[in-house]
């Protein structure tokens, strides 16, 4: 699904909404849906079909946005109660990297992307990922990691916004 998004050729003002309003989604679970978790009692087949169609969506939305999606993965697999905070994390990571192989494939098929021009953000999105594993397997707790990425998530609110509400 991921794939079939990044091949969707969105106005650049619906992206910026799509992306603005998932933004906002996350932000609110990071800072007011703390401890809330949705005790489902599903089955294996349930539990299958119901990760399939999530997967699905979240891939989909990944793909248009252009990220990786374990943003919105990881809150959904704790809020259903469909893993633990370990067993998300682990399942985000292999996630995203599927979700950004697909999506940037996608995005190279059917648009011209010069990738030399992404250099610089792919050398910072490496060192960031490097630096963020360290401080959170190794100086941060969860919560305190968690409420770093908030804090990015809505600077990044703030400046789409500012973009939204310019034009």
């Known amino acids: ?11 650049k003002e619906i992206f910026y909404w799509i ?3 998932s933004l906002v989604f996350v932000a609110a ?4 849906w703390q401890d809330t978790k949705i005790q489902l009692n599903l089955g294996q087949k349930q539990k ?7 997967g699905s969506i979240l891939g989909l939305v990944a793909g248009i946005v252009g990220i ?9 697999i704790i809020i259903l109660g469909l893993g633990t905070g370990k067993e998300a994390a682990a399942c985000a990571a292999i996630f995203i990297w599927l979700n950004s192989c697909s999506g940037l494939l996608s995005r190279l ?3 011209s992307i010069d990738l030399t021009d992404y250099i610089p953000l792919i050398i910072a999105v490496l060192a960031g990922g490097a630096l963020g594993s360290f401080m959170g397997s190794f ?6 990691m968690e409420k770093i990425l908030g804090a990015v998530i809505l600077v990044a609110i703030l400046f789409l ?7």
């Open 1 to 11: 699904m991921a794939y079939l998004g990044g091949s969707l050729k969105l106005p």
């Open 48 to 54: 299958i079909l119901l990760s399939l169609i999530a």
């Open 161 to 167: 916004t500012i973009k939204l509400l310019s034009k």
């Open 19 to 21: 992306l603005l309003i």
């Open 139 to 144: 100086k941060f707790s969860p919560k305190i």
């Open 29 to 32: 679970r990071i800072y007011l």
């Open 109 to 111: 098929q059917h648009n």
């Open 68 to 76: 990786g999606g374990g943003i919105y993965l990881v809150p959904l």
